[in-house]
Each structure stands twice: as C-alpha cells, then as structure tokens.
C-alpha cells in the first residue's frame, strides 16, 4: 500500500535544481522546476545508470551528466531518439512541504 | 474556423515545408496535400542507392501515410492538380476532386528533359526520375542485357552505375569530351572516368545523339556522325526542367519556373512555391539543400512570422556512386586574376584544388580524398580568410585526431564495420542505415541517433563526409550561421554581441530580449549563457549554479560511479614534503581507493563520496591548498620544468614563472578548459606548445606561445611574439586570455578559436596595439578579483551545503 511520507520542505529543493532521499533499497532523485513543481524519480539513467539528480534540470526533463541522455521528469521516459526508462514516484506538495508517496518497505529506511 | 492550406506536390520540397510549419504553427490551417504519385513522401536522392541494389523503397521513405494521419492532413495522393481556380481559390484535380484553399503551395518538382529526337517514346526509353523509373530499369536488368544512358553528368553516371550494379552492360553517351563538366574540371573528370571504366563501365564522349531506332522497342541509338550502338534499354539523364505547366495555365508569372520573390511568394500573394519548380533570383535548383532552405523562409512566412527570407544557396556537389569519393563547389574554373592552388597524385587516385581570389575560396574540385570537402564549402560560406593557412590548406584541416582514426580519409571505401567513432563504438555501417532509415540529413540528426561525432567531436569530419556522401547533394552542411542550440535562432557571436551592447546581466533577460523559445532553456545554453554574464560582467552578475554542469556545481568531477574527484592546486607543480603529508592523511582518512600524478603536474584523488567532499576539502584548505580546478571550464594548471635553479641547460627561471602565472591566473572561468606551460630552454621539457598559453625562456628573453593542443586534435602553438620580461609575460598572458574569455564560444578552446578569428588579427590587437592590450589585461585582473575565492573552502566552511547532504526520511 501507498503511503505519503513527509521528505522535506519545498524550499529545501533548488529551483532548476534537485535533492537526493537515500532510502535501503536505492536513491530518488527530487526535482524542482522552475514553476515549483515537484518530481521524483529514481536516481539512475536508463542508459548507464548515471545519477539524474547532478544533472542540468530544463522545462520538465533532466540531463544526464555522464552522457546527456535527457529523460522526462514526469513519465522517467528517455526523451527522443533515445529509449529507455526509469521509475517514477507520485509527489505532493502541501503548505510548502513535499510528500512523497513510497511502498511500506521503502519508507521504513 | 481554421485557414486552409493546399500542397500540389507530395515530394520532399513541399514535404518539408509542412515540417518547418508543424513545428513553428501547429494548429493554424486545416492541410490538404495533393500528389501524382501513389506513394507517401519518399527521398528521392536516394533513388540511386535503390537501384544500385543498396537500398529498398522501404528504407527510402521519409513520410508514411501513418505520419499524415497523426498530423491531420488530408492526403490525395494519385491524383494529378490539373487547374488552379485563382478567383474562387480552389484547386481541381485529373479526376474532378475538388479543394478550397485560403494559401497555396505548389511544390510540383521537376519533369525530366527528354532530348527531342526521333524514336523518344519507344518502349524502353525512359528518364531517370522516380520510383516508376527506377522499377521500369530493374525489370530491364532482368530481361535484357544492353543500357545506354545518354548523360554523363552526376544523374546519367547514377543511373548508369546502378544498371551496370545489377548487371547491365552500360555505355554512357555523352555529348562533350569531359563528365560532370559541370560540377568538375578537366583533370578530376579524367580520373572519375578512368575509376569508372576500371568497373566496366563503357563510354562514347562527344557523341551527339540523332535518333533512337527500334521496330517498337529500342534497339539501338543513332549518332550525328551516322555510327550506332546497341541498345534494349535507353535511360536518358540529361538533365531537369523545372514543372511549371500547372501555374502557366493558372496565369501565374514563369520564366524557366515559378517566379518567386524573398519570401518565397509567386506573383499571386496567396500563392507560394518551393523547390525545383521555383524560380528564385533567376535560379531554379535542381539539389536537394536549397530546397530545405526555402521551405525554412516559406514556412515563416505561412505561419505570419513573416521575418524569415531566402537570398539563394551556395551548392556543393557529390556523386552517390559508391566506393567514388568526389567533391565540388563554388567557380572551379579560374577566371582572370585567380589564383590557384593544385595538389595531384596520380598513383593514389587524388586531386584537389582551389581556386583563390583575395584569400578567400572561390571554388574547389577534389578526387579521392575529399574528406576536407565539407570544411573548404564552410571556408568558402563564410568567406574566410586563408592568409594565416594558405601553406598548408591543400593538405587540409587535420580535423581527424592521430586518436582512434588512422589516417582514414576515403570514407566511402571503408568497410561498413569500419569504427568511425571511437567514443561510442559507432561504426560506419550503423550511420549509413540511420541516415537512410531516419531520413537525416544533417550533423545534428545523425549525433542524436547514432551517438556518433557526439561526444569528443574528433570524428566530425567523417561522420559528415559520410553524410555528403551518403545522401549526396541533399547532404544539409552546417548553416552560414550556426544557432547557439535549439531554444534561439541567434549565434554565439549574437548573443555575446547582445550581452555586451544592450547591458544584459540577468539570464532571463537575455532569454527575454533574444526571445528564447524555452522557458528556461536548455542543458546546451545555460551553462554558456551563464559564462557568457559572468566573463562580461564580473562585478554585478550572480552565478547560477543550477546553470553549471555538476562538475562546476560540486567543485570535483564526476566519475561513471557518480563518485567524484579531487585535485588540490599546486601552483607551478611545486610541492613541499608537510603539503604531501597532508595528502596522504586526507586519503588515508576518506579511505581514497585510487591516487595519480596527473599530465599537469597534480595528484588526482579518485572514488571521493559526495557527501565527504566538505570535510575532505577543509582538511585540504587547513593544509593551505585551494582548489585545482581540475573539473572546470577553467584555468587548470601551470606545467613547468626544473628551470635554471637546478637545471644545467636552463635560461630562466621557469618555475618562478609558471608559480607567478598560476597565482595570476588561477580561478578564472573560462569558455573552456584552460591550460599553461614554462618550459626553461628550447628543449622544452614543459611541452609549452602544445598548451593554450606556452612561454619557452631563451637566454635573451621570453617566447610567448598561443592556441595548442594536447587531446583530440594536436596542434601546436602559434608564436605569438618575444618579450624581454616576466612583466610582459604576465601582461601578455592576461591580455591573450581576457580576450579568449570574451570572444571565444563556449566550449571552444583556445586551438579552433585560434584559427577561427585567425592568428593575425589576434596579433594586431595584442602586438601593435598597447593601448588595447593593458586594458584587456585590466579587465582580467578585475574579474580575478571576484573569481579568486576559494570555492573549496567556501564549502568546508558551509557554503550551499544542500548540494552535498542527502535527505533522509524522518523517523
């Protein structure tokens, strides 16, 4: 089941800019855009499994520093020509705080 | 209710065009796309590969009808636009069908010239001009034994190559005593001959045809002079005319074709034409890139931007025979008052040579070895000078690095699993079938969807041969004005200008008053815009770190691990025994997997956790280092040798002065990296000319080096001058970076920048004018003065320290 897990206060996220959640089973790269909406995704490119949240944040979508795959923030989709894709996690911002909705066994890290 | 646009013209022109205006203006028209052909757009310059048996009609379309149907347009395709209805603007087709439009693009091509001789419209006398033809030829070369193709220019030689491919026996007819006299000059058309006849190829030169003969199907061709060849199929590839026929009778003005002005209009305001039926400034092409061009400006103009406008194309030429590299552009013929430069190697088959007026290219041929090709059209463009290279401009760019190439040049020889790119594995198999698979046809496309030319660069001249020769004339060579990246139309060089002139200092307002076409633009110009603000106004502009690559953003470089690197600076290479302790200390601390001594002279500390980066560099910064910025568009190192302290051959003191340079130039931002040598003596153990600033001590003073390079492409510095003192050195190397800084483009280093604005002006500015020089060495010292804080230390002291703590869930 789904569970919203308070991460962190909005303005604890950059504007163009990212933070990463460590939890046991892998790192989720949030993002925030430049119109302060919230994406989260894990940290891995499609490609080569490059860490998304070091990358330049533009529009919705991130650039991947190790070979500049870009990779859609919403959908974790690898934009076009290239293909690929990687999980995605529904977000939620109230009153200047973030939520991230995390399965049970990735909110006890 | 919607504008509705009618396209006469299913080809690539008017194709295209649609493109251009789906991008810019989706929603605007209801489209209606009329074509005689049964066939969804198809790429008609690959017409020769399909019939030389390399490619398939599949491979070859470039619009499926699937692609109309996702776009809304309506599509009769068949169905022949047989009149124009100017007053109640619509159009009627062959078989009645009938259609408003409010706009109207004719894009209706060009029709074979079929010679107007006695026995033309025989059976098996045909043009060499779409699928039709191209399946009426293949039948042939089943059925029969003997071609002759009358036409020894580029389309002739195609056909007659592809019927020979799929085993015909061809003779190529050809009316004066030279092929390709258009496109070549006498000595390349001897070897394109002789390279032909070597594959069996047959030719009959200054044979004027008179009459085809046959009883029903042709048997043979008729010349002046009474003598005969044998035929059962004769292709006649002599050339196009543009098809004007349908806006004749609709009263538009033609001359040879369709009458356009700048914006691509007919003399009927609602009426536009492109491609081969147009007839711009007195030229209807006949090449595939022009027309790409014109339906850029017609798309504009059909969306009411209304800014875009067509002054003509210079074109350049390539034959689609494979395994025949040729190349031409521009006036190959010297006129009076030319001059011309030739390079000839009978034995290996090369040719090359331009044609030179004032400096600057006016033409070139090449055979064999047309690698260079591309880069001679760009010179010619752009109208550069060749002052500063006109000794070595035959021998070429030396674009290709000694790295990972060999010496490759005839591209289409190799092999297709021939490695063309060494970064990424590419190989020249997967480029060929992208571009014809994918339809590419320039640089751009074929980096995004084969990696190739994308990631150092060094194969760029390759990759872009192959393209040329790949999809021939269609082949869409770097623009004379290239944009900064996908969000602008405007250049490096605009925006710098713009920067400057209009006193921007913010990133939006540059993307404000430059009209970006993205909010906040892309990963390609942020991290240029920022640099661009920061060079010109050091003082006032606020760093964007979410605009810098992470690299520049963490201060360490970013490892495939997505760990980091460290690289305290050691000005001049200089070291001290409690400095090495310290290191040693850190690395035992922070349990660094991997130390090594660097090219420049440091120790690169490799596998460093983000999050220990802070407390690492406070370590570093107690010890008294600062960053190396080994990770930046910036300046890196001094590199020196032992100089005349210890050094029994030395003249000076090269590490005193290479420590100086390193303090005067350390933390500076740059457009790209950034390196420096002091070698003590002429034997140049520093490696100074192979740096971006390179100063070799003589006994009687100092030589001051310019624009080298170690990595992808080797070059070796220019001399720049001799001065007497470090003061001037210093001087000098202030001034020479500051204008680098603010007039380079990002990402280009000191090498190609070098060679673009050209050695002597760098020269004249910084030599002859002291005036010019001591405030370029001001305003350098004045942006040092803001960038000569110690990024390290800022952190280990609390700076942005978001970027290097991970959240952690609460609880």
Not at chain 2, 624 to 650: D, I, L, N, P, Q
């Amino acid at each position: 089941m789904t569970n919203w897990t308070e991460i962190a206060k909005l303005e604890d996220i950059p504007r163009l800019g990212s933070r990463v959640l460590q939890t046991d089973t892998m790192n989720i790269a949030l993002f925030r855009t430049a119109s302060d909406e919230v994406f989260a995704i894990k940290d891995a490119c499609p490609h080569k499994g490059g860490p998304l949240s070091q990358g330049i944040v533009h529009g919705t979508s991130v650039t991947c520093p190790l070979h500049n795959w870009k990779v859609d923030l919403a959908s974790g989709e690898a934009l076009g020509p290239d293909e690929g894709c990687t999980s995605t996690f529904a977000t939620r911002v109230e009153n200047g705080m973030v939520y991230l909705a995390l399965s049970e066994s990735e909110a006890a890290a | 209710m919607k504008e509705k646009l009618i396209l006469v013209g299913n080809g690539m022109a008017g194709v295209r065009t649609l493109e251009e205006l789906l991008k810019i203006a989706p929603d605007m028209y209801d489209i209606t796309v009329f074509g005689a052909e049964p066939y969804g757009n198809y790429n008609r310059i690959m017409l020769s590969p399909v019939l030389a048996g390399e490619k398939t009609i599949d491979d070859i379309m470039l619009n499926d009808e699937q692609w109309y149907s996702d776009n809304g347009i309506a599509l009769y395709k068949g169905k022949a636009v047989t009149e124009i209805d100017r007053l109640n603007k619509k159009v009627i087709a062959a078989d009645g069908t009938t259609a408003d439009y409010d706009r109207l693009l004719l894009a209706t091509g060009s029709n074979p010239f079929m010679i107007p001789v006695p026995g033309k419209d025989k059976d098996g006398v045909i043009a060499f001009r779409d699928i039709n033809d191209v399946d009426t030829m293949l039948q042939a070369s089943k059925d029969y034994k003997k071609a002759v193709v009358i036409g020894g220019g580029l389309l002739g030689l195609e056909a007659a190559n592809g019927l020979m491919k799929q085993g015909m026996d061809v003779t190529v007819v050809h009316l004066l005593d030279a092929l390709m006299e258009r496109q070549l000059d006498k000595p390349a058309s001897a070897l394109l001959k002789a390279s032909l006849e070597g594959r069996g190829m047959n030719f009959m030169m200054e044979a004027a045809t008179a009459e085809i003969i046959g009883n029903g199907r042709v048997q043979g061709v008729r010349f002046k002079d009474g003598s005969e060849v044998e035929a059962d199929l004769v292709v006649m590839g002599v050339g196009i005319v543009p098809n004007a026929e349908l806006a004749k009778s609709a009263g538009l003005h033609c001359e040879r074709g369709i009458v356009v002005n700048d914006v691509m209009q007919t003399f009927d305001p609602a009426i536009y034409a492109v491609g081969e039926c147009a007839q711009h400034r007195g030229i209807a092409y006949g090449l595939v890139a022009p027309l790409f061009e014109q339906g850029k400006v017609a798309a504009n103009q059909l969306a009411k931007l209304g800014y875009a406008h067509y002054r003509g194309s210079i074109t350049s030429t390539k034959l689609k025979v494979t395994g025949i590299d040729l190349f031409s552009a521009g006036e190959f013929h010297e006129a009076e008052g030319d001059e011309v430069m030739v390079l000839q190697d009978p034995a290996s088959g090369t040719y090359k040579k331009l044609v030179i007026n004032d400096n600057r290219i006016k033409g070139a041929v090449m055979y064999g070895d047309t690698i260079d090709g591309t880069w001679y059209f760009q010179l010619m463009r752009e109208g550069t000078s060749i002052a500063d290279f006109r000794k070595t401009i035959l021998f070429g760019q030396h674009d290709l690095g000694d790295a990972g190439h060999g010496d490759e040049t005839r591209v289409m020889s190799l092999s297709n699993d021939a490695e063309i790119c060494g970064c990424n594995g590419v190989c020249k198999g997967d480029i060929v079938n992208a571009i014809s698979r994918h339809g590419l046809f320039t640089l751009e496309d074929v980096r995004a969807h084969t990696k190739a030319s994308s990631s150092c660069g060094s194969c760029t001249g390759l990759v872009e041969a192959l393209l040329a020769s790949t999809v021939g004339e269609g082949y869409d060579a770097s623009p004379n004005k290239q944009a900064m990246c996908k969000c602008t139309e405007y250049s490096h060089d605009e925006v710098i200008a713009a920067i400057k002139t209009h006193e921007l200092k913010s990133m939006p307002a540059v993307r404000e008053f430059l009209e970006w076409k993205t909010p906040d633009g892309c990963a390609a110009c942020r991290p240029a815009l920022n640099y661009y603000l920061l060079a010109r106004w050091p003082e006032e502009y606020a760093d964007d770190a979410q605009s810098r690559f992470i690299n520049e953003r963490a201060h360490g470089n970013i490892q495939k691990d997505g760990t980091y690197s460290v690289v305290p600076r050691m000005f001049g290479g200089l070291v001290k025994p409690d400095e090495l302790r310290a290191i040693a200390d850190v690395c035992d601390k922070y349990a660094v997997p991997e130390m090594k001594v660097t090219g420049g002279q440091r120790i690169d500390l490799f596998g460093v956790h983000k999050e220990d980066l802070p407390s690492m560099w406070k370590d570093l910064t107690d010890a008294g280092f600062v960053s190396g910025h080994a990770y930046g568009k910036a300046m890196r190192t001094v590199k020196t040798c032992a100089g005349k302290t210890w050094c029994r051959f030395g003249t000076q003191n090269s590490t005193g002065l290479g420590v100086q340079l390193e303090e005067l130039t350390w933390g500076s931002w740059m457009p790209h990296k950034f390196k420096l040598a002091v070698s003590g003596c002429p034997r140049n153990c520093a490696e100074a000319t192979i740096k971006d600033f390179g100063v070799v001590c003589v006994d009687s003073g100092y030589e001051l080096h310019i624009g080298g390079n170690g990595g992808i492409k080797v070059r070796v510095t220019d001399l720049l001058t001799k001065v007497d003192t470090e003061e001037e050195v210093l001087e000098y190397c202030g001034a020479f970076t500051q204008m680098y800084r603010e007039e380079a483009h990002y990402l280009e280093r000191t090498a190609p920048w070098v060679e673009r604005v050209g050695l002597t002006s760098i020269r004249e500015r910084l030599l002859n004018d002291a005036t010019q020089r001591k405030e370029l060495y001001e305003r350098f010292k004045i942006g040092q003065r803001v960038s000569q804080v110690d990024p390290w230390k800022a952190r280990a002291e609390g700076a942005e320290r978001h970027e290097f703590t991970p959240l952690k869930i609460a609880g």
